[in-house]
């Protein structure tokens, strides 16, 4: 078996041209309904959308390059579930897991992964360096660098607990085995492959808070996984109990849906709507809407290496980027289609009292623009018709953060914040 290696480099695009890379901003994702997102050295970016496809950010050619149903028959669904990356020797390969199979993209080449007995992929994790584990519906799956299937593990033909999985573990990437989680057994783990243990409810389990798993993350120390469920938080160290964390000791909602763990080990929680929760044991800060989060139902949150800012998807399909002192920097903007069309907007004066001028950079036909306040309430709606150029009246608003929508022929093209002050 070939070990892959763990280096992140930019990824090849020589032999991508045909697959719409676009010379869009950051800023400016380009697909909508960010499901999962990953963050590769030199400013790279994966992000995996629920009926899109998959964009890649290349950091250092500032390019997008978009795989989807559209420009590839190798790709089956352009509803995304998880996603890795790594060198194979020597080139850059992103698996990726949909609801329709496993796919690998390699130096801008498509190919589909045969899988066993089933299409729906709930996960898929990079292990021990050499070995691609995939999680699914109907059991889990090893697979080496090859491609080649080592293992397919059901109730049936093994000693697994469950084979209907919901999730498998992000991080850990150079631990031994595996972890998945299940829609209503806990999780189990294996580091050898033959022999499971179980974390759940029960007592003599490790009590987990919720048997009910959304999202695993395993700690590059290997001892210990973080577990989200629908019903808490739990610190899983191996061979004793939990540690849970529901509404009742701090957590402000009990619904996770990802973690990360950024710098210094410190745990960032995302949860379904309530923004984001950053662990300090025993205490959470929150990040919300007054931070600048334009969404607060959390769906990824994604770290560089041991860097300190986060990229934070959310609900609206945009990601936020979040300094080490926890406040919303950038808004990486999704949009309903890729479209080569850029909008951009300038916002002054900010904070505003009076007035906010919003200028565009491309004439907007037919649109409009929406003030919203933090918890999602339309305060203005304004109509945009053969325009560069709006005033918003906010002098009857209350001081405070809002967020604006521009829309462009049904589809939204900019988002950000204004910032009302007096």
């Given at each position: ?126 292990v021990n360096s050499d070995t691609l584990w995939v ?243 339309m305060v203005q709606d304004l109509s945009v018709k ?37």
């Open positions: 078996m070939k070990r892959l290696h763990l280096m992140l480099i930019a990824f090849s695009l020589l032999s991508v041209s045909q697959l719409c890379g676009q010379s869009r901003g950051i800023e400016n994702i380009g697909i909508g309904t960010i499901t999962i997102i990953e963050m590769g050295n030199n400013g790279d970016i994966w992000a995996g959308s629920k009926s899109q496809g998959v964009g890649f950010y290349n950091g250092t050619t500032q390019v997008w390059t978009y795989f989807n149903t559209g420009n590839s028959s190798k790709i089956l669904s352009d509803s995304v579930t998880s996603l890795t990356f790594g060198l194979v020797n020597g080139v850059q390969h992103a698996y990726i897991g949909t609801t329709s199979g496993l796919v690998d993209i390699k130096a801008g080449v498509v190919d589909t992964i045969p899988l066993p007995y089933t299409r729906r992929v709930s996960g898929v994790s990079l999680s699914s519906d109907s059991g889990v799956v090893a697979i080496d660098t090859a491609g080649q299937v080592i293992f397919a593990l059901t109730t049936v033909d093994s000693s697994i607990p469950s084979d209907h999985l919901s999730t498998s573990q992000r991080g850990g990437q150079n631990c031994a085995g595996i972890a998945v989680g299940t829609p209503n057994s806990g999780v189990y783990y294996t580091k050898d492959y033959v022999n499971f243990v179980t974390i759940d409810t029960s007592g003599p389990n490790f009590r987990l808070v919720d048997n009910r798993v959304n999202t695993i993350y395993k700690e590059n120390q290997c001892n210990r996984y973080l577990v989200g469920t629908k019903g808490g938080f739990s610190m899983c160290p191996e061979g004793v109990p939990c540690q849970n964390f529901t509404t009742a000791n701090g957590l402000p909602q009990n619904d996770v849906t990802t973690i990360g763990v950024g710098c210094n080990g410190v745990i960032w929680i995302g949860m379904r709507d309530s923004g984001v929760a950053v662990f300090n044991n025993p205490t959470f800060t929150r990040i919300t809407g007054a931070d600048g989060l334009s969404d607060m139902h959390v769906t990824s949150i994604s770290f560089t290496g041991g860097n300190c800012t986060a990229h934070v998807a959310t609900g609206d399909g945009n990601i936020a980027v979040v300094d080490s002192g926890r406040h919303v920097v950038q808004v990486l903007n999704g949009v309903a289609d890729v479209s080569a069309n850029v909008q951009t907007v300038s916002v002054y004066p900010q904070p505003a009292s009076n007035e906010v001028n919003f200028v565009f950079g491309q004439q907007v036909e037919s649109g409009g623009l929406m003030l919203t306040d933090l918890s999602g309430r053969g325009a560069t150029n709006i005033i918003a009246n906010v002098s009857s608003l209350p001081q405070g953060l809002y967020f604006y929508r521009l829309t462009s022929d049904g589809q939204m093209v900019k988002t950000g914040k204004v910032q009302v002050m007096r």
